[in-house]
């Protein structure tokens, strides 16, 4: 077949179209799927022989091009299933994993996040294994989940503080504790360093009050024996009020507000009060004022003086505040050289404790690039 045989004579039915198409079903529909196949690749063979285009050939044979270009690929091998990821040399054996386990599920440690659970064991002089490790291996048994309601706050602009060192900026807010019936409510006054994460003060008043919190941050001050630079706060009534801003100014305390309704201006004090009202100990509503501060006199005292932050390097806030945090560090690091001696093969580097970040910030601001010269 010659291109001279394809020209297509007048009346002829128009290369693509739906009729020529239609003609390549009839054929499929009397002679058998198959035998049409057949049939339609033999005649499109041929059209090829004869130098007619692929788009032509396929609109005379209804054929699709598509089906055409696949038909010449050929198919990729048939993978089986995939085998199952080996076990990496330097992994903990099962027994060693049993008993990692076993401490993450004692009584000691069972209300405990895993990162504090490292920082405590590490500061006892005993290092298990990486954080991430033992989060597999309580993921592996059904242990880990997130049980707090975390929530997500939109990016603003917001007010900056820089802290380099304790003693330069504090935080103050003022929090809701339930009380014994429906519409009874106790007030919590903390203020904390920003630096260390150490609480230099807390009052459980039974409302709050403009002269109160006056009061408050005069013993607070006092009792720490040296004035902040700044104290920070959010626009509640006794924060912005007329004795709270006369004892600053007497004081020659700096002012800083967050924003209207805006918590993410205070993070400090926002995430003191989570981690207080998150602990596992934590009651639903408190019997009465008394019960309240004994609560909180005992949590206040384990913050400051056992509870690793992980925004101090996993430090306890009374260790940064009062300078001992190095001599931690400088532990934490024979501990981990230790380990790392007798099973180097378990790290791909040699192992180092969460350093202590050298500045705090209240919404650290944004770095504009600089235009090129």
Known sequence: MSRTDLWEPRGAIPLGDPTTRALAGTLRERTGRQ????VLTTTFADLRAADVSVTKSCALTGLSRATHYRHLKPSGPVHGPWPARRSPPQALDAGERARVLGMLAGPAYRDLAI???WARELDR???WCSVSTMYRIARAAGQVRERRRVATHPARVRPELLARGPGEVWSWDITALKGPVKGVWYKCYVVLDIFSRYVTGWLVAAAEDAVLAKDFLADAVARNGARPHTIHADRGGAMVSKPVSELLVALGVLRSHSRPRTSNDNPYSEAQFKTLK???DFPDRFGSLADARVFCEGFFLAY???HRHSGIGMHTPASVH???AEQI???RQATLDQAYARHPERFTRRPRPPELPDVAWINQPIEQPQPAP
């Open 329 to 331: 560090h400088d532990q």
């Open 115 to 117: 990162p504090q659970v």
């Open 322 to 324: 009062f300078g001992t």
């Open 35 to 38: 035998t049409a196949r057949e």
């Open 125 to 127: 002089g005993r290092y």
């Open 278 to 280: 998150y602990m596992p």
């Open 304 to 306: 400051n003086h056992e």
